[in-house]
Structure formats: C-alpha cells, structure tokens
C-alpha cells in the first residue's frame, strides 16, 4: 500500500523568511510525487511534480521540492515566503506499478505573517 | 481554457434523496476520478475511470454510484445520502490514469446532508 505522511499540522513562518512543508512516502515501487495547493473555498492548484531526474524540482509561484529517495521524503520549499503564500498543502503519491490513485497526506496549513 | 467544471457548488439536502454531482473536463482527459476531502484525512479517492465504459472503486467507494458514458462527463451519484457523506467532494481528470499524468482538480463541491 503507498502512504503520505505530512507531520505538521500547521507551519508558521514570517514573510521574507523560508519557509519548508515537510512530506514523506511510502510505495512499493519507482515514486512519483505531487504538491497541491489550496486556497480557501477554491480547488487544488497543481505546483510541482518529480517523476524522474534532478532531485530538485521547481514549480509555480516560486516553489521547490527536493526528492531524497534514502530519507523517502520530497519536502517542499520556498526561499522567502510571502503572506499571499498563505494556503493548505498537500503532498501526494503515486507507484509506477500501475495502481490509479493518487495517495493524499492530511495537508499542512501554511501561515506567513507580515 | 482548460478546466474540470463541477456542479453545483454548494449544496444542502436531506437524508435519502438522490442526487446528482455533475462533472465535465474540456481537456479530452481519458481518465477522471471522484475524491472527498475531510478535515485531517487529506483527499481519498472514491471512484475513478480509465476511459469510456471504464469505472472503478476508489478507496470509498460505499453510498456513492459514477458513470462514465461520454469522455469529458462523469457524474457522482448518491442514491440514497447520508450524514456522514458530508463532505467537500473533487473531481478530478488527467491524460492517462498512469504515475507521472499530473490530476488536475475542479473546484470543488459542498455537499452538506441534514
């Protein structure tokens, strides 16, 4: 079975500093591994994927993620957060084995203060 | 513009009357999955579809029907909803439904059953 585990509930950063969403996985074959965003009352917006490659992937509106395949984790991070970054994460897996879903962790609340 | 449109958005009904969540993606996806999404459980998948003709269970599938007669449409049906069906519900589509296709979401729909 694949799992995500996002380990914090909440992450609380202030604008300018970086910030990190941390996620690890679990599957049973080759990973590839997703961060959504949601803003309130809107849809997931898709910002970044790794499928294969660099370990570091960069996406929309300035974020990043690094793959670590010992540490089974794809944290995702940003430079110097901004309070517009303000939204609910989440990381997600799927297998090259041929299972459909897409596995979601809990998500993690980001909140930038000014 | 591409987009998966989910309709309605907010809805209120009672206990045991039918309804009908429509879905529509103008992207000629081949696969479209149904997710709900409540608090601290993250996105679990209830139905998906690999193309026309083609559905399956999600992760939970029970209460819940899907059809998938035409490419770009695929309704949630709940035949007989309960409280605990309360949810945020997405639809969701991508190319194929194999590992590395990003799933892009709708909106999102409110269903709150009294």
Not at chain 1, 31 to 49: E, I, S, T
Not at chain 2, 21 to 50: A, F, K
Request: net charge positive; with cysteine.
């Amino acid at each position: 079975a694949q799992s995500v585990a996002q380990p914090e509930d909440q992450v609380n950063v202030a604008e300018g500093n970086p910030l990190t969403v941390k996620c690890t996985y679990s599957v049973s074959g080759n990973p590839y591994l997703f961060w959504y965003v949601q803003y309130p009352n809107r849809g997931l917006q898709f910002l970044l994927k790794y499928i294969t490659g660099d370990n570091l992937v960069k996406g929309s509106y300035g974020f990043e993620a690094e793959f670590n395949k010992s540490q089974t984790s794809f944290h995702l991070k940003k430079p110097s957060a901004l309070v517009s970054d303000s939204a609910l994460y989440f990381c997600a897996v799927r297998d090259d084995t041929g299972r459909r879903a897409l596995t979601f962790g809990s998500g993690t609340r980001l909140q930038v203060q000014p | 513009e591409a987009q998966v449109t989910q309709n309605p958005r907010y809805l209120i009904t009672v206990t045991g009357k039918k309804l009908t969540v429509t879905c529509s993606q103008n992207m000629n996806h081949e696969y479209m999955s149904w997710y709900r999404q409540d608090p601290g459980l993250g996105l679990r998948q209830i139905y998906y579809s690999m193309n026309v003709e083609v559905t399956d269970k999600g992760d939970v599938p029970e209460g819940y029907k899907v059809s998938r007669k035409e490419k770009r449409n695929f309704p949630l049906i709940l035949e007989s909803p309960s409280p605990n069906q309360t949810s945020l519900y997405f639809c969701a589509s991508s190319l194929s439904g194999y590992g590395r296709n990003t799933i892009y979401f709708g909106e999102g729909s409110w269903l709150t059953v009294v």
